[in-house]
């Protein structure tokens, strides 16, 4: 009870009075001493995102203070407008980020002739909220589009996979016994792709032409007689795993860390890759007794990875380096 209470005086009087003083003595708005005070990457992207969206912070609002008192007040139309504002600069559809920067500054009376840097800073922060939704809308409409054995294209895509993965070994035909080689369930791996749809097969394609020696170093642990597992399923179960933090938001903060303006496609699959890589020794680590522990020990493994994803200051790294099986 007495915590509840406290928690509701902080929140809605000392928490405003304790900004309102600070307003007061720096002569800047919790948004500017984020900007300017924070370093950049993960840390201060993060707050300046959760300031934008904390309708309840009276800082929000770009005033003075806003004292909690019931009825309504004189700068409750101006409340309004400015929780628009602020809520349309993460919407990029709905208008331009510079002018989002520009609509910011201008309702918390910021003067952009004597605040250019805070300016800069801000933009690049707004970018790269803005470019982390635009990258969750890009990954969902290469899930949702379905491998299409029809489709040159994706064929294509397959059949380098392929080549890379087994560059000495000429694939017999389209639909053939080799893709277990690989990690396929079927005859056909057009079958194990309905999950994922081609962004689990983009994902692996990406693995095996940009960081070929460990992808080909996974797949030959892949096939150890006693720790051995199924390369390409276990790949497009890491592609959900990537797609679930990615939409969860856990992956905010790493993309901000390796993402200076707006995070691509290519710095997802680099997500993958890591985790693939990682996973493997994860994997090797535990020995398992057979494929049946495989659900407890990726449990254990996503737990590790958001574990880590949790340091704003920190970024998960690729290590390019080939490994030997230790039995």
């Not at 101006?78 to 600069?89: K, M």
């Not at 397959?158 to 369930?185: C, E, H, N, Y």
């Not at 790493?254 to 993958?272: G, K, Q």
Request: hydrophobic share 40%.
């Amino acid at each position: 009870m007495l915590y509840q209470l406290w928690s509701i005086l902080y929140t809605h009087l000392l928490r405003g009075c304790y900004k309102w003083l600070l307003n007061q003595y720096t002569g800047q708005c919790e948004l500017q001493r984020i900007c300017l005070n924070i370093l950049p990457g993960g840390q201060r992207t993060i707050k300046v995102d959760l300031h934008v969206w904390d309708v309840d912070s009276p800082a929000l609002l770009g005033l003075d203070l806003v004292w909690p008192l019931p009825g309504p007040t004189p700068h409750k139309q101006n409340q309004r407008q400015r929780h628009t504002i602020l809520h349309s600069a993460m919407e990029v559809e709905k208008m331009s980020v510079e002018k989002a920067v520009e609509d910011i500054m201008e309702c918390k009376k910021i003067y952009p002739s004597t605040n250019t840097k805070f300016r800069e800073l801000l933009l690049a922060c707004l970018l790269q909220i803005t470019g982390y939704r635009q990258l969750l809308k890009d990954v969902e409409a290469k899930r949702k589009q379905a491998y299409d054995s029809h489709n040159l294209a994706n064929e294509e895509i397959l059949f380098q996979l392929w080549s890379l993965l087994m560059p000495t070994v000429p694939l017999s035909a389209r639909i053939s016994k080799q893709w277990g080689d690989v990690g396929f369930q079927g005859n056909d791996p057009q079958t194990d792709f309905r999950g994922m749809g081609m962004f689990g097969l983009l994902n692996l394609q990406y693995f095996a032409s940009q960081h070929q020696n460990v992808a080909r170093s996974v797949l030959s642990h892949s096939h150890h007689p006693q720790y051995g597992f199924s390369f390409a399923i276990v790949g497009i179960d890491l592609t959900e795993m990537v797609y679930t933090f990615l939409r969860k938001g856990t992956l905010k903060c790493h993309m901000y860390n390796v993402a200076p303006a707006t995070p691509s496609l290519r710095d997802i699959h680099e997500v993958f890759c890591i985790l693939f890589s990682d996973f493997d020794k994860f994997w090797r680590q535990a020995k398992p007794r057979d494929i049946m522990e495989f659900s407890a020990i990726r449990e254990k493994f996503r737990v590790h990875v958001e574990k880590c994803l949790e340091n704003p200051g920190q970024a998960l790294v690729m290590h390019n380096t080939v490994t030997q099986f230790e039995s």
